[in-house]
């Protein structure tokens, strides 16, 4: 999604529906209230510098609604270019906003836990799990960004053929952290370059199998 807003020059806003319990994340809380904010929709547009960023809502399925605060309840209007255009926050009902030119986009794993009405006002994409061809491109394209990013000059240009291939049994999220711990092992013996043995090791949940336990770190 980053590279969408990038190819249509806008900005990227990342809303995390299953951290909502209202629809003031997005509509704003009523002005009565005393901590009354405006939400993110009306932020993006009056002090952003475009009408029409791209806010993605992350997780849309996992929204937690008790019937009474229903986080999702602002996108009947919002999804709707009409009514979108006459657009009040709740926290400054009194200004109206048009919001007909954002585009929004949703991620979920499970639509069947979306409202129909919600789901049937956006085009739907099934992303189907990478091929192994795929998945060589995008861990090519990880170590890439990796290499640029954090050690530019440092690693070879190219990963090798055989790391590549290894790699691609794995899911896109599970290569980044792999590739991330397997690139500082490789630094730490003082290679320009992966081996096999870096990601095997780099591999926690391997280890994890191994052990029978695991614990996660948490910085206190």
């Known amino acids: 999604m980053l590279r969408v807003s990038q190819y249509f020059k806008t900005s990227l806003e990342v809303i995390n529906i299953c951290s909502s319990q ?4 997005l509509a704003g809380s009523e002005e009565y209230w005393g901590n009354s904010d405006p939400g993110c929709l009306f932020k993006r547009l009056v002090y952003g510098d475009i009408a029409n ?20 309840s602002a996108l009947h209007q919002l999804l709707e270019p009409e009514q ?20 929004w986009i949703a991620t979920a794993n499970d639509i069947s836990a979306i409202e129909k009405p919600i789901v ?16 060589s491109v995008i861990a090519k394209n990880q170590y890439v960004r990796f290499r640029q990013k954090e050690a530019n000059g440092f690693f070879d240009a ?21 590739m991330e711990v397997a690139l500082g092992r490789a630094a730490y013996f003082e290679r320009s370059y992966l081996t096999i ?24």
């Not at 979108?84 to 585009?103: C, I, N, R, T």
Request: net charge negative; charged share 30%; glycine share 2%.
């Open 22 to 25: 209202s629809n003031s994340m």
């Open 53 to 72: 960023p791209v806010l993605m809502l992350d997780e849309l399925d996992k929204a937690r609604s008790d019937g009474v605060y229903n986080p999702l």
């Open 84 to 103: 979108a255009a006459l657009f009040h926050d709740l926290s400054v009902p009194e200004l109206q906003v048009d919001a007909s030119y954002v585009l």
């Open 120 to 135: 049937d006002r956006f085009a739907k994409f099934n992303i189907a799990i990478p091929t192994r061809e795929q998945m």
């Open 158 to 178: 190219d990963i090798k053929a055989d790391v590549l291939d290894y790699l691609c049994q794995f899911h896109p999220r599970k290569v980044r952290k792999i």
């Open 197 to 220: 043995e870096d990601i095997e090791q780099s591999d926690s949940d391997k280890e994890v199998n191994q052990r029978g336990i695991g614990f996660l770190a948490m910085n206190i």
